[in-house]
């Protein structure tokens, strides 16, 4: 479905986003946290075991590396150091 049609305005999924301005709050109470909560969010992406948890950190460090850009490299490594664990606990 996803490549049945031209990505103008929305992705496919946005409809499932259902509190949209809830994540929206989301992402501007991180910004408002700023850097210093960004070990922190590392932290809860270690021990989230829900999707939704995922999801909301995801959302913090996005909105934080977006907005400070002194801490993009460390948000990426964070993530890239999630992604390894879980591929190596899956082998």
């Known amino acids: 479905m996803a490549k ?6 929305w992705t496919p999924t946005f409809p499932f986003a259902r509190e949209r301005t809830a994540w929206l709050a989301a992402a501007r109470s991180a910004i408002a ?12 992406l270690g021990r989230a ?22 801490v993009r490299d460390r948000i990426a490594g964070l993530i890239a150091d999630e992604r390894d664990a879980v591929s190596a606990a899956r082998r």
């Not at 829900?50 to 400070?68: C, K, M, N, P, Y």
């Open 4 to 9: 049945s049609f031209t990505w103008i305005n």
């Open 49 to 70: 075991t829900h999707i939704t948890q995922l999801f909301d950190v995801l959302v913090g460090l996005t909105a934080i590396g977006l907005s400070e850009g002194s």
């Open 33 to 44: 946290f700023g850097a210093e909560v960004v070990d922190r969010y590392g932290d809860v």
